[in-house]
């Protein structure tokens, strides 16, 4: 099975490269034109520029209102169709608009006119949207300058499957759902009583079935103001393990909540941001008594493996430089490291998380040992354990045999509620 790789918000090149793009076209100023978006015909959206747009849009003039690159299709000078695609493609940062479940993801950013068009509004219609973590009934209007880094949720649907801030397809079933809200609320919950953060503030959630052309199975999102949780064309057998591998990732994508977008400066931010989430996955899932120690163990371990078949003579800095690191090497290796962090630490769960959310946080000076707790990764690392966890194959398998015992004789890190 080919997993999808998790297209969060933490592609810095991506969005340079987006606003390369923008900035790269030579068009006169859009004044206050208004971009109205709906679902359109046959699994597309429609978006039709109106008010003082035509007469002062950037599109009008050249009459091109997006890049070309971008795939929006231009039916009239009024008129623009972007087809729906939920086929995410390795390279690609985001997903730009898909159908999800009976409703519409659109990741707005790849929307914005080109040219000066700060001043445009774009203006969402549909029965349901989902914008920042709440609902709206008919239309929403949204300024181009509040959309950096969002997505946003529409559908048109009789009677959504919706609780709260979150949407879920219609197409899963009923008891599966039930299951997955009260999973859901269970992690929410704990990360607001035992890590004092509540990570849903303005944040939606959307979780589908997906069914594409694309040839594969497996499951993915992005971790915007929506988080979105899709499984793309799950066999019989995948379909059997799906809640857990939903709750899995709804975890996973919360603890990117924890994560200052200064992590990201650091040439190993992937590392540091997939790595200390799918740690704290394990963590809280075990914490909160959704898997057992057993299982938690057995997870990381499974890891281990995994990170020890992709490694090879070269040291994880080496790999990084030739852009040669398997998509899946962040999560796995990463969330390795973060346990030969803890087991050498000396610290209690509690403790070892509390300076893991300052570290987080992009406080570069989050403890005063921090030289062997090395959370940041950092190269004047003194910890000789997680110096070989980043090194050649041979040192990186040394380590883990320490790992596996550490594990076999103490226990999994422990959670207490803070209030
Ligand atoms: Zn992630």
Redesign the pocket.
């Given at each position: 099975m080919r997993f999808l790789r998790?297209k969060?918000k933490?592609s810095v090149l991506g969005r340079l490269a987006l606003l390369a793009t923008c900035i790269a076209i030579p068009v006169p100023t859009y004044a206050n034109g208004e971009l109205l978006i709906s679902e359109g015909p046959a699994g597309q959206i429609r978006i039709e520029v109106a008010g003082s747009a035509l007469d002062t849009a950037c599109a009008a003039k050249n009459g091109q209102l997006f890049s070309e690159r971008l795939g929006i299709k231009k039916l009239n000078d009024g008129v623009y169709l972007q087809p729906l695609n939920s086929v995410v493609e390795d390279d690609a940062n985001y997903l730009k608009a898909a159908r999800m479940g009976g409703g519409v993801y659109m990741h707005l950013p790849y929307f914005v006119p080109a040219g000066k068009c700060k001043d445009a509004i774009f203006e969402v219609r549909a029965r349901r949207i989902l914008w920042n973590g709440k609902w709206y009934n008919g239309a929403i209007k949204i300024s181009v300058g509040e959309v950096r880094q969002k997505s946003i949720f529409f559908t048109n649907e009789d009677a959504p499957q919706v609780k709260g801030a979150s949407y879920f397809d219609a197409s899963i079933p009923a008891a599966t759902r039930v299951r997955l809200e009260a999973d859901f609320s269970r992690i929410v919950d704990f990360y607001q009583d035992v890590l004092g953060v509540y990570p849903l503030d303005d944040i939606g959630i959307v979780v589908a079935i997906v069914r594409n052309h694309g040839g594969y199975s497996g499951f993915g999102g992005d971790?915007l103001n929506i988080i979105r949780i899709s499984y793309d064309n799950p066999t019989l057998k995948d379909l059997a393990t799906f809640d857990w591998v939903i709750t899995a990732t709804f975890t996973?994508?919360l603890?990117?909540k924890l994560q200052s977008e200064r992590i990201f400066l650091n040439p190993l931010g992937r590392q540091i941001?997939?790595g200390s989430?799918?740690f704290i996955k394990i963590v809280i899932l075990r914490n909160a008594g959704l898997i057992d120690e057993a299982e938690a163990k057995r997870r990381i371990l499974s890891s281990a493996a995994k990170c020890a078949a992709l490694a090879d003579s070269r040291s994880l800095v080496e790999k990084v430089r030739s852009g040669g690191v398997n998509y899946r090497e962040p999560?796995d290796c990463g969330m390795v490291y973060y346990f030969v962090s803890y087991y050498s630490s000396g610290y209690s769960g509690t403790e070892y998380l509390q300076v893991l959310q300052r570290a987080l946080s992009g406080d570069v000076d989050y403890s005063q040992e921090k030289a062997s707790m090395c959370m940041l990764f950092e190269p004047e690392c003194s910890n000789n354990r997680l110096k070989g966890i980043v090194g050649n194959k041979e040192q990186y398998l040394q380590q883990i045999d320490w790992l596996a015992a550490q594990l076999d004789a103490r226990p999994f890190p422990s959670l207490e509620r803070r209030k």
């Open positions: 998790l969060e933490f971790s996973h994508e603890a990117h941001a997939e989430a799918d999560y």
